[in-house]
């Protein structure tokens, strides 16, 4: 069996709350994949249930093409998990902390996890209760990464790591992928895993939204556009875009009085042929493409979830 | 083992620091019998109320051995047993699930039964500990406060002393199992140790309420008044017996249940 993870109509209900809703989910062996959504979109739920730290409501799952409950340590000695919530209070200190956990996985090395340690720039001395949210969160990845898991289970994992440590995590991850091992990860952001993760699903209110590559995703996502021009030249370039396909947004911003020129601003998705074609004409001045903005490509998926959920005004989850 | 040993050390200070004042106790109290004793005593006792006298534990004679029960075993010695067992008790799972660390723990290849019976195990043994200060500190006072208690005598009280602490812990723990919840388990481990407490008291005072007292853990544990006349095998196992169905609750609440949240 190829599959890392297979959910098939996989439910959860937490009293009258649908935390996941009828999820249908193929993760391949070898596989980074991303769950991307905001806070209460399932993520963590469904992390909980492929480890058997909380049951289905309804639907099934395999996880190494194991069920989790009937599977318990067998599987999980297959796994390797960070919580997304790690309030550490020992009085322990990491060295004493990865030990214990090392002897409860078995086989796990010392010189394992003091090697991820020096990468991650952890301080195995320093009390676990004392330690910045930083430096705990550390501890949770060096104590995943060090576990001989076929199957990687991260919650939020580059929460609270400043740029440099996000970066040794994204090697961290393209080296478990390169030894063959499956990573899941989640985050609220997809620029956070855009570069390792292959696949990504997005969750909105336990439901799954979309399930694209990022490749696919960059494609479809929006780019900010800033066009500049002459005042007098303004209606004309305004005319143009307006009639193009995929620009959306289009805007004049406030600008200083008696300024000779205007600025445009819009969001345009799609090739940039067209949009290359329609400007070609136009005299601007100045004109900006960005890059296309991941970010805004899964807010406009939520938007787009919402509408026929909410009947009118915002924030009416239910 | 890894998990009952890994409780064990994340509460070496804990249990220093209840031993410390559970000997204070007996080395502050136990020597001022002889200063105490006598006819003064005697004459201030029998002017007390029958039933006030009750409410400390002091039915019998008072003499070495009843002062010797009063003080520790009748008031704070046990008291602050209780207090350890059932802080113990409530962090041993429900404070793990609340920090977060259980679910992580429970990611590894572990059992949720065996966790929750090695932090019993735990418990079990850290309660032994501060039984045993308490036990020797009274063999060590006996000659020099002429308390008079055997120490076989001291063994019996103290075990029994032992087994009424853990069961308030072990209450304490499985409360967490079934809730999750540290303040439940804390809750529940008090209330259950105070309303025992109660049904002694009242038990041994209100004509007709003698059933309540013989429900008690405290009347199973002291009813034989064990510090006198040795180990009685009966309160015993019925303290050992409840402690198991504790354990055995414990074990069956943390299996059927979502952690976390």
New interface residues.
């Given amino acids: 069996m190829s599959l890392a993870i297979e959910t098939v109509g996989l439910g959860k209900r ?1 009293g009258s709350t649908e935390a996941l809703v009828d999820l249908d989910l193929q993760v391949e062996t070898g596989e980074v994949f991303g769950l991307i959504g905001p806070n209460g979109a399932g993520k963590t739920t469904t992390m ?1 249930l492929l ?5 289905p409501t309804s639907g099934r799952l395999a996880v190494l093409g194991l069920e989790p409950r009937s599977n ?3 599987l ?2 297959r ?3 960070l ?1 997304g ?8 200190t990491g060295r ?1 902390l990865l030990d ?2 090392a ?4 086989g796990v090395t010392k010189r394992a996890y003091e090697a991820l340690a020096e990468r991650l720039g952890l301080d195995l001395v320093a009390r676990v209760g004392t330690l910045s949210k930083g430096n705990k969160q550390k501890l ?1 990845l060096v ?1 995943a990464f060090m576990r001989p898991a076929e199957l990687l ?1 991260l919650d939020e994992p580059t929460s609270g790591l400043d740029p440099v440590m996000q970066r040794v995590f994204l090697e961290l991850v393209q080296g478990a992928q390169a030894d063959g091992r499956t990573v899941l990860l989640s985050s609220h952001v997809l620029s956070e895993i855009q570069q390792v993760a292959g696949r990504v699903a997005i969750l909105r209110h336990g439901r799954l939204a979309k399930l694209e590559s990022v490749a696919a995703l960059r494609a479809g996502a929006p780019r900010r556009v800033r066009l500049n021009a002459r005042r007098e030249d303004l209606a004309r370039v305004r005319g143009v875009l307006e009639a193009l396909p995929g620009l959306t947004g289009l805007a004049l911003q406030p600008s200083h009085e008696g300024a000779a020129e205007g600025e445009l601003v819009a969001r345009y998705a799609g090739a940039p042929g067209p949009f290359l074609e329609a400007v070609r004409q136009l005299p601007l001045t100045d004109l900006v493409l960005a890059e296309p903005d991941l970010e805004e490509a899964v807010m406009t998926l939520y938007a787009e979830g919402d509408r026929p959920v909410v009947g009118g005004g915002n924030g009416g989850e239910r | 083992m890894i998990l009952f040993t890994r409780f064990l050390r994340e509460n070496r200070r804990s249990v220093i620091g209840w031993g410390v004042a559970s000997a204070s106790v007996c080395f502050l109290y136990l020597p001022f019998y002889p200063s105490m004793g006598g006819p003064e005593l005697e004459q201030l006792m029998s002017r007390m109320p029958s039933a006030m006298l009750a409410v400390f534990g002091l039915s019998g004679p008072l003499d070495g051995v009843g002062f010797t029960h009063a003080t520790i075993f009748g008031l704070l010695g046990t008291l602050l047993l209780i207090l350890a067992a059932v802080g113990w008790g409530a962090r041993a799972v429900a404070g793990d699930e609340e920090s977060g660390a259980l679910e992580l723990t429970l990611s590894y290849p572990v059992t949720r039964a065996q966790v929750a019976l090695q932090r019993a195990l735990a418990m079990l043994v850290l309660t032994s500990v501060l039984a045993l200060v308490v036990a020797l500190s009274i063999v060590a006072l006996s000659g020099p406060a002429q308390l008079n208690v055997a120490p076989v005598n001291a063994l019996a009280a103290s075990t029994a002393f032992w087994l009424l602490g853990l069961l308030f812990g072990l209450v304490a723990l499985a409360a967490g199992c079934l809730s999750g919840r540290k303040g439940a388990a804390t809750g529940a481990g008090a209330v259950a140790a105070v309303a025992a407490y109660l049904a002694q008291t009242l038990g041994n005072q209100v004509s007709g309420l003698e059933w309540l007292a013989r429900l008690s853990p405290f009347e199973w544990a002291f009813g034989s008044e064990p510090l006198r006349f040795g180990f009685s095998a009966g309160g015993l196992g019925l303290l050992a017996a409840l402690c198991a169905l504790c354990v055995v609750a414990a074990v069956w609440g943390l299996q059927r249940r979502d952690v976390g949240n």
């Fill in positions: 937490f909980r480890l058997d730290v909380i049951r318990g340590p067998r999980r000695e796994l390797a998990f919580p919530e790690l309030r550490l209070t020992s009085r322990a004493e214990f956990y002897r409860l996985q078995g949770g104590q289970i």
